[in-house]
T-cell receptor, first 114, second 114 residues
């Protein structure tokens, strides 16, 4: 069974640009969550999608958005990039997103904003 | 709000030494508690979990006991190996959120030397 797949693995962008990251969950998983990991702030929750609907959202500005498709694949978009957006973006999937469910994480997309 | 506090790293040990990584939490409701591990260049993997007070989670020689009275979930291993070198994250979900929204500690790096 394939794991959670995130593409691309690395991205370099400049300030003001926008970026789209992709996540393919484990087959059969319908809940997809996104996290931002930085050395200073650690891991912070961005949002969670289930059946194409955003169920939960973390404390990030509106420049951060996401969506989920009918096949459960998810994308997140960051517009008007800032230097502080440089981070490892992790996607995680689970069956239905229950609170005791095991989350399966991808290897992440490392975004560098210059 | 929910929060998780972990001891700062890095923790440097020799092979076969005893490991303790401290974790305390603040949460509303009745959280489930988790330890995740991140190996270099990879995403997070669930190491163990406990869903109610006095539960002990265990996996691969690691153990942690859910202590409600001290709001703690310390990670222990009796004899560490070089292959245990990684970053360890303590995390929680709470019944208030209901979904797979994890609040993470900032992580503790473990370095094990031969």
């Amino acid at each position: 069974k394939a794991g959670v797949t995130q593409t691309p693995r690395y991205l370099i962008k400049t300030r003001g640009q926008q970026v789209t990251l992709s996540c393919s969950p484990i087959s059969g998983h319908r809940s997809v969550s996104w996290y931002q990991q930085t050395p200073g702030q650690g891991l912070q929750f961005l949002f969670e999608y289930f059946s194409e609907t955003q169920r939960n959202k973390g404390n990030f500005p509106g420049r951060f958005s996401g969506r989920q498709f009918s096949n459960s694949r998810s994308e997140m978009n960051v517009s008007t990039l800032e230097l502080g957006d440089s981070a490892l973006y992790l996607c995680a999937s689970s069956l239905v997103g229950g609170e005791n469910e095991k989350l399966f994480f991808g290897s992440g997309t490392q975004l560098s904003v210059l | 709000g929910n929060s998780v506090t972990q001891m700062e790293g890095p923790v440097t040990l020799s092979e076969e030494a005893f490991l303790t990584i401290n974790c305390t939490y603040t949460a509303t409701g009745y959280p489930s508690l988790f330890w995740y591990v991140q190996y270099p260049g990879e995403g997070l993997q669930l190491l163990l979990k406990a869903t109610k007070a006095d539960d002990k989670g265990s996996n691969k020689g690691f153990e942690a006991t859910y202590r409600k009275e001290t709001t703690s979930f310390h990670l222990e291993k009796g004899s560490v190996q070089v292959s245990d070198s990684a970053v360890y994250f303590c995390a929680l979900t709470s019944t208030n959120s209901g979904y797979s929204t994890l609040t993470f500690g900032k992580g503790t790096m473990l370095l094990v030397s031969p």
